[in-house]
């Protein structure tokens, strides 16, 4: 399995101590006490900044990271990480406008940028991913707070820590984003 690279500082513009990972890290804490840049080698991630894949999220590709905090509008740095596996299937995932899988239910095949145009659903509550790796957008437009979601079931966005978070917008994470 081919897994992606990237490589952690502990100060901005690629200073201080560095680490490379190449998969999951639910608790960077280990190994750096802070992180503040990061040259990602290889793959995609989401990158968090609490611990065990939690808080705020930011998607990351191949590229150089040196001041991601004031890139991202982040007053913390990033505690965990996750490796997206590359995929070149089919895509499919089926939104719901309420949590439990209730209320209006579209599917998805490819990008939506804006639900509510699209289907006049004001937001998303639960959602069923079949195929792909995907990321949805609290806002329309691929703006705003982002999350990962890979391949299953996602009930109640409120019981997996995220309040009362409508999604407005997702896309697909392509291989050609590899």
């Known amino acids: ?7 952690f500082y502990e100060e901005r513009n690629f200073m201080g101590r560095s680490w490379d990972c190449m998969g999951d890290c639910p608790d960077m804490h ?14 995609c991630f989401m990158v968090y900044d609490q611990a065990n894949y939690m808080g705020n999220s ?7 990271y040196g001041d991601y905090m004031n890139m991202f509008g982040w007053n913390n740095c990033i505690r965990s990480c996750r490796y997206i596996p590359m995929y070149r299937g089919n895509y499919r995932m089926r939104i719901y406008e309420r949590d439990n ?6 599917e998805f095949m490819d990008d939506c940028d804006n639900c509510m145009d699209r289907y006049r659903m004001n937001g998303c509550m639960s959602c069923h991913v079949m195929d792909g790796h995907w990321l949805m957008y609290e806002q329309p437009h ?4 982002m999350w990962y979601f890979g391949p299953g079931e996602y009930r109640n966005f409120m019981n997996m820590g ?3 978070m ?3 917008s997702m896309r697909r994470i392509m291989d050609s984003w590899y």
């Not at 930011?58 to 150089?64: H, I, L, P």
């Not at 691929?142 to 707070?145: A, D, H, S, T, V």
């Open 58 to 64: 930011y998607f990351m590709r191949r590229g150089e």
């Open 101 to 106: 899988f209730g209320g209006q239910m579209h």
């Open 1 to 7: 399995m081919n897994m992606g690279r990237v490589t």
């Open 166 to 168: 409508r999604f407005m």
């Open 162 to 164: 995220w309040g009362n």
């Open 30 to 43: 280990s190994y750096m006490s802070r992180c503040h840049s990061c040259r990602v080698h290889s793959g």
């Open 142 to 145: 691929y703006r705003g707070r």
